[in-house]
């Protein structure tokens, strides 16, 4: 089999979603058993000039769902960042999974090559399929999926190595 840019993005990134997913809802659990308000998790960030749990989970979709795009040479599907409750954000990544899910190998050929332009206020970012893969898309995503496990178990959820990397096959 040839490795592919397809088979070292799309299912490793809906995967690290849902489990995402279920630390998200240990977190709901834990806010019901304890007596927390959601919105203290919700908005809990690890220092105020970092984003809240919320938006953590907003961004590793974004991330996730744009890097699989660009490289399968699709258009990223847009979202709504109108969530507020943690089974909004459940809602998020199932959305954010079946568009991954959608997307085929065949897709993703020569997509090491593909040129992938970023244009962000200020600065513009060129890359090629490869390099955006592992310049750009992978660090973020797993930067905004580590800090959301981060707020939750510096906020006392009970999670640990074993739920941030789930099931491993």
Do not use: W
Request: proline share 5%; aromatic share 8%; charged share 20%.
């Amino acid at each position: 089999m040839t490795l592919s840019l397809y088979h070292v993005s799309a299912p490793e990134l809906a995967r690290m979603l849902g489990n995402l997913k279920a630390i998200l809802q240990k977190a709901e659990a834990h806010a019901e058993a304890k007596k927390i308000e959601p919105d203290a998790l919700l908005l809990a960030r690890l220092y105020p000039d970092m984003l809240p749990l919320l938006r953590q989970v907003q961004v590793a979709c974004d991330n996730a769902k744009g890097g699989a795009a660009r490289l399968a040479g699709v258009a990223v599907p847009a979202h709504e960042d109108n969530e507020k409750t943690f089974a909004d954000l459940g809602a998020r990544i199932d959305k954010t999974v079946a568009f991954i899910n959608t997307l085929q190998p065949a897709q993703f050929e020569g997509a090491e090559d593909r040129k992938i332009e970023l244009t962000f206020p200020g600065i513009t970012l060129n890359f090629t399929g490869l390099t955006y893969l592992n310049n750009f898309v992978l660090p973020n995503f797993h930067f905004h999926v580590t800090t959301a496990y981060a707020i939750l178990r510096h906020n006392g959820l009970e999670i640990g190595k074993g739920d941030y990397l789930g099931n491993i096959r």
